[in-house]
């Protein structure tokens, strides 16, 4: 992960003392400096945002009226931060309006993984765009762009090139066409494999097999169809910022 970003300051909203100790020892040990605020209740998280937040974390077990409290403060924050909702069995089939919605982990590794990545949102990650079409490539990139998140992307034009790439460069995630000559997106994501690269892979295609995404997903990457929108782009990264979903108003116009 790039420390583009000086830092991160994240903030918990919880009353469980427990939770708030796991965050603290995730943050500790989070390789992007983080500094986490810790409020018990919608007044201490409202008071917090003054200072500058950049990630807000929602416990889902809060009463309700707490939560609409603090998220209705937070577009009146300087620069609004990224929230997201910590779904717990209380909140199964709640709307949610937070900008993302998590599993709220109930292990210290668990914690660790959804800090890890969803620290992202707030920091510049890597990408690389791989497809034989100079075109798809150019349309992949203005669909980063649009999205609410931060890319520094470098484009191949096979799959070879893109091993060569990922071998020798610090990427954190690869847009893989599917149908390209000599090598096909499926077997470079079996090479990243093989070789055990620590990379995330989002296939993309326009086939109409939908074997192909479930092979993809078999392999542990995403599968984004063509046509898509930037969107359709949100919805594939999901799983690379520890999210279950993302509120689509949130998306860009």
Known sequence: MTNDLLFVRAL?????????????????????PLEIVEAADATA?????????????????????EIGQVISALPAAAKPP????????????????????????????????????????????????????????????KALAATRFQF??????EGFAALKLVRDGDFHIVFLDYNMPDFSGLETLAEFKREKRPVSVVLISST??????????????????????????????????GLRALNPKGARA
């Open 152 to 157: 520094h992307v470098t484009e191949a034009s």
């Open 208 to 241: 109409q097999d939908a074997t192909v995404a479930e092979r993809a997903r078999a392999e542990g990457a995403a599968f984004l169809k063509k046509p898509f929108f930037p969107i359709d782009v949100e919805n594939a990264l999901c799983g690379f910022y």
């Open 82 to 141: 990224f929230s997201i909702l910590l779904g717990s069995p209380t909140t199964a089939g709640r709307v949610f309006e937070t900008d993302g919605l998590a599993s709220k982990p109930s292990r210290p590794e668990a914690v660790q993984a959804l800090v890890d990545r969803s620290v992202r949102v707030r920091i510049p990650s890597r990408a690389l765009v791989v497809d034989d079409s100079a075109t798809m490539r150019s349309i992949v990139r």
């Open 45 to 65: 998280a409202c008071n917090s945002l003054p200072a500058g937040i950049d990630l807000v974390y929602l416990d889902g077990d809060l009463p309700e009226a």
């Open 12 to 32: 918990l909203v919880s009353q469980e003392p427990r939770l708030r100790a796991q965050f603290r020892h995730a943050v500790s040990s989070s390789p992007v």
